[in-house]
Nanobody, 117 residues
Framework: QVKFVESGGGLVQPGGSLRLSCTAS????????MDWYRQAPGKQREWVAR???????NYADSVKGRFTISKDSAKNTVYLQMNSLKPDDTAVYYC???????????WGQGTQVTVSS
């Protein structure tokens, strides 16, 4: 059973930092690329960042230069380091495999990030 458990969210002031974690289970983590997504209130879920099996990364333009995705395959965990946070980054953050790699519609509960003074 595929499962994702996100953590690390919270309330932070603009300009602050957070590090999100997502631990996956139910599939061979090291064989798959991993994505972070976010969903702001009243908006559709959007893609944020990707890390490939080989460790290459790419980012949505809105977070490039501020966010860093990484992983620890020994822990089946993907991370998202978020720096220089802005109010527009406020959302629930989720991890998952890229759409073409999914064999299930499972999602975790997400972790809430709120950027506000």
């Amino acid at each position: 059973q595929v499962k994702f458990v996100e953590s690390g969210g919270g309330l932070v002031q603009p300009g602050g930092s957070l590090r999100l974690s997502c631990t996956a289970s139910g599939f061979r983590f090291s064989n798959y690329p991993m994505d972070w997504y976010r969903q702001a209130p009243g908006k559709q879920r959007e893609w944020v960042a990707r890390i490939t099996v080989g460790g290459f990364t790419n980012y949505a333009d809105s977070v490039k230069g501020r966010f860093t995705i990484s992983k620890d395959s020994a822990k089946n965990t993907v991370y998202l380091q978020m720096n220089s946070l802005k109010p527009d980054d406020t959302a629930v953050y989720y991890c998952n495999r890229p759409p073409s790699y999914r064999d299930t519609d499972a999602w975790g509960q997400g972790t809430q990030v709120t950027v506000s003074s």
